[in-house]
């Protein structure tokens, strides 16, 4: 049986190409024609491949269904949370998850820092959305016309001197973070805090949420919270493949 939902299933990625005819499936399995034959019937009675009018069998419309039903019923919160809290637990500093919704950027969980001097946040608040590394990182996925469009309806409070002071700052930075894949806010929101940012992505490669940690400079300097990218940004691919559901999930 085992074999035969293995056959079954193989048959999915291959009409993911394009439309197959019977002979062209039964070769790529390595079966008899009849053999592929029952295998099509039962995924063309369950809605998952269609038979065209040219006798060829693509992918059914059940299956993109399904598809969007499964993605739409993900909890990327759910998903990440034991990743943030293993991060947390290993190097104890504050670790926020975010999202974008309707224009804004928001924190959908918090793990606080073990530390006795901590940044303020808190779940469901919006974020400088200027200045923040996670604001960055999901702005930065948009489209370049959507993102101009956003960027020059914000307004620019200078939290610090080193916050971002224009549109076009802002749209270069976004540009910056797109191509190296993750992002900082040095003392652009508080002059004491710091973060760094990495993004979650989907099966299709979008950006769905972003994760930050972030320390205040009496506990680490900048320099030293910028060590942990590689650690913060492995954490965001761990939680994008499980996310995704390319592999199996792993530990931090």
């Known amino acids: 049986m085992s074999q035969t939902v293995d056959r079954a299933l193989s048959i999915l990625p291959l009409l993911a190409q394009g439309p197959a005819d019977l002979g062209q499936v039964a070769e790529r399995l390595g079966v008899h024609k009849s053999t592929a034959l029952r295998l099509l019937r039962t995924l063309h009675e369950h809605g998952l491949v269609y038979r065209q009018e040219d ?6 419309a059940r299956l993109f269904a399904l598809a969007q039903e499964a993605v739409e019923n ?14 947390n637990d290993r190097c104890g500093h504050t670790v926020h998850l975010a999202v974008y919704e309707e224009q804004e950027v928001l924190y959908i969980d918090k793990v606080e820092s073990r530390y006795p001097v901590r940044m303020y946040s808190r779940i469901g608040k919006p974020v400088a ?3 923040a590394a996670v604001a960055k990182l999901l702005l930065a996925d948009l489209p370049e016309p959507e993102r101009r469009v956003i960027a020059e309806k914000l307004d620019y409070p200078l939290y610090t001197s080193r916050s971002t002071p224009d549109a076009a700052a802002f749209l270069q930075e976004l540009a910056v973070v797109r191509e190296q894949g993750w992002a900082t806010d040095l003392g652009g929101h508080e002059e004491s805090i710091n973060c760094v940012g990495a993004p979650i992505r989907g099966a299709d490669g979008r950006v769905v949420a972003a994760m930050s940690m972030s320390a205040p400079n009496v506990v680490v300097t900048a320099e030293e919270l910028l060590t942990l990218l590689p650690l913060v940004r492995r954490t965001a691919e761990t939680i994008s493949r499980e996310y995704s559901g390319t592999t199996r999930p792993k530990k931090v």
């Open 55 to 60: 006798q060829r069998y693509r992918l059914g």
């Open 74 to 87: 993900l909890d990327v919160r759910e998903i990440a949370h034991p990743h943030l809290v293993a991060l």
């Open 129 to 131: 959305i200027t200045v």
